[in-house]
């Protein structure tokens, strides 16, 4: 079966570049969630798309927008990147109002 | 302020006994309760998941328990397996914006499995 799809898988970046991560739902899952995982830390929840909208926001940056496009994939932007957004990143998604989120492999983004 | 507490960093259970994996949570608004397995370099992947309206849900070797008056989860995976190792997150969601039901972790716990 498909799964969500993220890239890329790792990333390496310098303090104050600008970042950009994909993230594909399953098939038919117009939902979208971002987490970010800090080391030995739990997954922090971002930010949230249904169709398009901005569904829910969490702790996420300003430095940080994201968008859902027609195709139901999202974009991660983080823009003036610290050291502090090293983390992994993950997108979860879901059909309309499931409560099960099905997670991607994450993106490993390193900022030196 | 953690609202989902998972104490036990680690846990060590020999193959084929009982592991148990507990997990506690603070907001009562919380209404659906999520098992996560993850290994290194992967994402976490759904094991199993309850309603706060159940004290129960069964899938094969996994069954999870709530106890909504003391805020409580458990995790029980008979017997275990060495493949089981790996680690756990408890996940809790509850009703937000516009049909979106984004989680609340916990920091999750190793657990290994001996042969």
């Known amino acids: 079966a498909a799964g969500v799809i993220q890239s890329p898988r790792h990333l390496i970046k310098e303090k104050r570049e600008t970042a950009t991560l994909k993230c594909y739902p399953i098939p038919r899952h117009d939902t979208v969630y971002w987490y970010q995982q800090g080391p030995g830390q739990d997954p922090q929840f971002l930010i949230s798309f249904y169709e398009k909208m901005q569904s829910d926001k969490g702790s996420i940056p300003d430095r940080f927008s994201a968008q859902q496009f027609s195709d139901y994939h999202s974009e991660l932007n983080m823009s003036s990147l610290e050291l502090g957004d090293s983390a992994l990143y993950f997108c979860a998604s879901t059909p309309r109002g499931a409560e099960i989120q099905y997670f991607g492999a994450g993106t490993r983004l390193s900022v030196l | 302020d953690q609202q989902v507490k998972q104490n036990s960093p680690s846990l060590s259970v020999q193959e084929g006994r009982i592991s148990i994996l507990n997990c506690d949570y603070t907001?009562?608004?919380?209404?659906?309760f999520l098992w996560y397995k993850k290994y290194p370099a992967e994402g976490p992947t759904f094991l199993i998941s309850i309603s706060s309206i159940k004290d129960k849900n069964e899938d094969g070797r996994f069954t999870v328990f709530l106890n909504k008056s003391a805020k409580h989860l458990s995790l029980h995976i008979v017997p275990s397996q060495p493949g089981d190792s790996a680690v756990y997150f408890c996940a809790a969601s509850g009703p937000s914006g516009a049909g979106s039901y984004q989680l609340t972790f916990g920091k999750g716990t190793k657990l290994s499995v001996i042969p």
């Open positions: 907001n009562s608004m919380f209404d659906y």
